[in-house]
């Protein structure tokens, strides 16, 4: 196995966001839900709200 120079462990919390891909599957749902896209989404995921469109 090959190692790598870049060492996750040693990067802030602030870069690793920048550098990370979070795969989350999405949940079965219902025909009767009335908001799909909210209702798929995992029980344990948290969505921070962003800042990018703060002017």
């Known amino acids: 196995m090959e190692t790598s120079e870049w060492d ?3 990067l802030r919390e602030e870069e ?3 550098h990370a891909v ?5 949940v ?3 025909s009767n839900d009335t908001n799909r896209a909210e209702a798929s ?3 344990n995921l948290v969505l ?3 800042q990018a469109l703060d002017l």
């Open 41 to 43: 989404l995992p029980r």
């Open 22 to 26: 979070y795969l989350v599957p999405d």
């Open 8 to 10: 996750h462990t040693a």
């Open 16 to 18: 690793f966001d920048q």
């Open 28 to 30: 079965s749902t219902s």
């Open 48 to 50: 921070k709200p962003s």
